[in-house]
């Protein structure tokens, strides 16, 4: 299903990602703090572990070089 821009999901979108944007520009120290304060911590548990590796790019050399 294709959803329009005017639907409310692409609201709740929009809202997530202003507040992980809040959260990915925070200090970690004010972050573990605020955590910290919350008392009785929530359980959580990983949908999908962090993942590591490589990334292979490629790019184009758009530098002209004068030969004479």
């Given amino acids: 299903m294709i959803s ?3 639907t409310p999901q692409t609201d709740t979108i929009d809202a997530r990602q202003a507040w992980m944007a809040v959260l ?5 120290e004010q972050l573990e703090a605020k955590w910290n304060a919350l008392g009785d911590i929530p359980q959580y548990r990983f949908l999908k572990e962090p993942e ?17």
């Avoid at 990915?24 to 970690?28: D, G, T, V, W, Y």
């Avoid at 590591?52 to 004479?68: C, E, I, S, Y």
């Fill in 52 to 68: 590591t590796g490589l990334v292979m790019v490629q790019a184009r050399d758009h530098v002209r070089t004068n030969k004479q």
């Fill in 24 to 28: 990915a520009k925070s200090p970690c």
């Fill in 4 to 6: 329009s821009p005017e």
